[in-house]
C-alpha cells in the first residue's frame, strides 16, 4: 500500500460524502494505490452507516467504530494501527481541510522529511479559538525547541515508520510534532488553506484547554526525563533536603547556646504540605511513565466493527 488517509470522525454525517469525492477526485492524480481509513469516535449521528455505504460503493474504504467516544488521540491510534500505507496522511472529516493539499504535503515529504505538518495561516475559526491557538502556539514551541508555527493542525503527512512509533492518549495529539522530534525525526511545515465549517459545530471548549495544559505538562516530561527521571526527582529531593537542612541547623544552632527547642505548629504544617505535595507530584509523574509505556495498546480504546 502507498498512501493511507486517516480520517477521525465525531458526528460529521453531513460532511462525509463531499469529503469522500473531493478526496477521490484529488487522488486520481496521485496515486490509485490508496485506502481511506474513517475512525467514528462514537458518534451519535449517522456517520458510521454513510461510510459503510461508501464503503460499499468503494472498497478502498475501511471503518473503525468505537463503542463510544474515547477521544481524538485515541481514533488516531486506531487509525495508524490500521494504516498499511508507507505514506500516511492525516485530516479532519469536518471539511476545513483541503484535500488539494495533499500533493503539497507528499512534495515536501519527498525532499527527506519524516513528518509535514499543515500551518492553517488564515484560520476560519471563531475568534476564541484563534486567540487560544495563538497562545498554545507561542509558548509551547518556546518551552520545547519544536518551532512549528501550528503544533496542533490536523492536517499532516507522515512516513510509516513515525506512526507506528507514536504512542498517543489523552490530548497528546495536539503534541505529535514535538514528540516526533524527541524521537529522532524530522519535521517541516508547509502553509494550508483553511475553509469555513459547512456542516455540524465545533468540537472546541474550554475545557479541552485545561486538558492540553496539563497534557503539556506530560509531553514536557516525556521529553526531558522520561529516560532520566533522577534528573527530575533528584533536584526536587536536594532542593527539599537543602531547605530541611537548613531549617534543622537553624534550630539546632538556636538549642545549641541554649535556647529552648519548641515543637512550632506552623513548622510542621509547612513540611506536612511540603511532603503530600511532593508525593503527588512524584506519583503524578510515576503514572505518567506508567500510562505511557503501556499507551498504544488495544485497550486503549474500545473497537465495536470493523469494515474493510
Not at 67 to 87: C, D, H, T, V, W
Not at 113 to 132: C, E, M, N, P
Request: contains cysteine; proline residues 3%.
Amino acid at each position: 500500500m502507498y498512501l493511507s488517509i486517516v480520517i477521525p470522525v465525531l458526528n460529521e454525517e453531513s460532511s462525509l460524502q463531499p469529503l469522500y469525492e473531493e478526496l477521490v477526485e484529488v487522488l486520481k492524480h496521485v496515486t490509485e494505490d490508496y485506502e481511506l481509513i474513517f475512525v467514528d469516535d462514537g458518534s451519535s449521528d449517522q456517520s458510521s452507516q454513510i461510510i459503510e455505504i461508501l464503503h460499499q460503493n468503494n472498497h478502498r474504504i475501511k471503518l473503525i467504530q468505537f463503542r463510544k467516544n474515547f477521544g481524538k488521540s485515541a481514533a488516531l491510534s486506531a487509525g495508524f494501527n490500521e494504516a498499511e500505507g508507507k505514506i500516511v496522511i492525516t485530516l479532519d472529516a469536518d471539511l476545513q481541510d483541503d484535500p488539494h493539499e495533499i500533493p503539497h504535503f507528499m512534495e515536501r515529504l519527498e525532499k527527506g522529511y519524516d513528518l509535514v505538518s499543515g500551518w492553517k495561516v488564515k484560520r476560519q475559526d471563531a475568534k476564541t479559538r484563534i486567540i487560544v491557538s495563538r497562545i498554545f502556539n507561542t509558548v509551547v514551541p518556546f518551552l520545547t525547541g519544536v518551532k512549528v508555527h501550528d503544533l496542533n493542525c490536523g492536517f499532516k503527512c507522515y512516513r510509516r515508520e513515525v506512526v507506528k512509533d507514536l504512542k498517543l492518549y489523552g490530548e497528546l495529539h495536539r503534541f505529535i510534532p514535538v514528540l516526533a522530534v524527541w524521537k529522532g525525526f524530522t519535521v517541516s511545515e508547509i502553509p494550508v488553506q483553511h475553509r469555513l465549517r459547512k456542516f455540524g459545530k465545533s468540537k472546541f471548549g474550554l475545557e479541552r484547554l485545561f486538558r492540553g495544559f496539563l497534557d503539556f505538562i506530560t509531553v514536557y516530561f516525556l521529553t526531558h526525563y522520561l529516560k532520566r527521571p533522577l534528573h527530575l526527582f533528584g533536584g526536587i529531593g536536594l532542593t527539599s533536603l537543602t531547605v530541611g537542612a537548613v531549617i534543622s541547623f537553624y534550630f539546632a544552632f538556636q538549642w545549641v547556646f541554649g535556647v529552648p527547642l519548641h515543637l512550632r505548629p506552623i513548622l510542621v504544617l509547612g513540611w506536612i504540605l511540603i511532603l503530600v505535595g511532593l508525593q503527588l507530584l512524584l506519583m503524578g509523574l510515576i503514572g505518567e511513565m506508567i500510562t505511557h509505556q503501556n499507551s498504544g495498546r488495544r485497550d486503549a480504546y474500545e473497537v465495536k466493527r470493523k469494515i474493510g
